[in-house]
């Protein structure tokens, strides 16, 4: 089983930056797909972005695409997400997921394991 923590999180303005980290522990983190996810207020919670095993592929939602970059760093076993040009709408709490599976990276019920959730604000 493994164990996600998510930091980074914070209050920011719109425009600004931020890259929130995901750490892994109890098993690395190679042999798992990762995700970000994000839920606001009165909200679904929504798929945000995802990484594959190695790498060499990456997911985003339209929301993000182009302004959000996942990665990861099986050897520090963790995964980014740089956020970049934030909006007040990207306003959420932040969860960091890993799927045992290969297909289907942008579904929920994809994920095995969640992290607590890092608190993300964007001031206009």
């Known amino acids: 089983q493994v164990q996600l923590v998510e930091t980074g999180g914070g209050l920011v303005q719109a425009g600004d930056s931020l890259r929130l980290s995901c750490a892994a522990s109890?098993?690395?983190?190679?042999?798992?797909?990762m995700g970000w996810f994000r839920q606001a207020p009165g909200r679904e919670r929504e798929f945000v972005a995802a990484?594959?095993?190695?790498?060499?592929?990456?997911y985003y939602a339209d929301s993000v695409k182009g302004r959000f970059t996942i990665s990861r760093d099986n050897a520090k076993n963790t995964v980014y997400l740089q956020m970049n040009s934030l909006k007040p709408e990207d306003t959420a709490v932040y969860y960091c997921?890993?799927?045992?599976?290969?297909?289907?990276?942008?579904?929920?019920?994809?994920?095995?394991?969640w992290g607590q959730g890092t608190q993300v604000t964007v001031s206009s």
């Open positions: 997921a890993a799927s045992q599976r290969t297909v289907a990276p942008m579904l929920r019920e994809s994920y095995a394991y």
């Open positions: 109890g098993r690395t983190i190679s042999t798992y797909s």
């Open positions: 990484i594959n095993r190695l790498g060499g592929s990456t």
